[in-house]
């Protein structure tokens, strides 16, 4: 399939794309929110590399032979998706997201008699259950969570054995000091982590808590809660291109009407997608005429 015919195939939806020169070498790994939009933009009329690119990109351009696209459900899911495919595949004309960094994950111990979130960046304790990754406000996240929800603070108060701060101001039941047992402890953090799942139960008392600021008069804070709220608002708790986990296995699909056959593979390591194949047969073909 050539260039202009790759272009022609391009949906008007989100999605990652990637660019591969004759030898199916991978050159280009980029998002979209709109996959035709953005990868026509690369081009002229009569597909040179448009003057607008920066130079690196012109190059990797005139080098293209074929695109392939990843579509996702959403945007979140396509900038997820690129990042994880930056890191693990390396391409060559990628220079951002090819360090070490990644997106910021929300975990407890499943150890924990009396269990407390984190924020983590690495998914290598399988004792951790984790959720994310979370493109935008994970901090705002974390920090709701321990105001609405009177949990362990902070991982060295149970080591401490004596109630600080955070009890004083009803922010914790001081579990340090036994004056909450693990079973009532368990249902504060059961209702914390239900919240950490619908973010809706979060912003409902943000909201309430914003107008009470408001009323009072208490405009700066009143704004600070408005910022945090704008910031849970466009996080995404769940993705389905990064399974927040550390399994590995490969996932495949079949589809098929009365012309066409196509199969997709998807190649999932440490939860993260890594990369897709997919091949399409015409059903009176052989499977060896298809790879011809």
């Keep these: 399939m050539s260039l202009s015919q790759d272009l022609k195939r391009l949906p008007d939806a989100s999605g990652v794309y990637q660019y591969f020169d004759a030898h199916k070498r991978l050159l280009y790994v980029g998002k979209a929110t709109n996959l035709k939009k953005r990868v026509k933009s690369y081009f002229t009329k009569d597909l040179n590399p448009s003057p607008k690119l920066s130079l690196r990109i012109q190059k990797m351009i005139v080098q293209a032979t074929s695109i392939e696209f990843i579509l996702t459900q959403n945007p979140a899911n396509a900038l997820i998706l690129e990042n994880s495919l930056i890191k693990q595949l390396k391409p060559k004309y990628n220079i951002l997201l090819r360090d070490d960094k990644t997106y910021a994950y929300i975990a407890y111990d499943k150890r924990d008699d009396f269990k407390r979130f984190e924020l983590v960046r690495n998914l290598t304790n399988k004792d951790l259950v984790y959720f994310g990754p979370i493109t935008s406000g994970a901090k705002e996240l974390l920090q709701s969570l321990y105001e609405s929800f009177a949990l362990v603070q902070k991982k060295s108060c149970i080591k401490s054995k004596k109630a600080c701060l955070y009890y004083q101001i009803s922010r914790c039941h001081a579990p ?47 704004k600070r809660i408005h910022e945090r709220i704008k910031k849970i608002e466009n996080s995404h708790i769940k993705s389905d291109v990064d399974l927040a986990s550390t399994q590995n296995f490969d996932a495949l699909a079949l589809a098929c009407n009365e012309q066409y056959a196509s199969f997709c593979l998807a190649f999932v390591r440490y939860g993260k997608v890594i990369g897709i194949k997919s091949k399409k047969f015409i059903l009176n073909q052989s499977v060896d005429e298809a790879y011809e």
Excluded: M, V, W
């Design 176 to 222: 340090c000091e036994g004056k909450i047992n693990k079973g009532a402890y368990d249902e504060i953090f059961t209702q914390a982590l239900t919240a950490l799942k619908n973010k809706d139960i979060l912003l409902s008392k943000l909201y309430s808590l914003r107008s009470s600021l408001s009323d009072n008069l208490q405009f700066e804070d009143a």
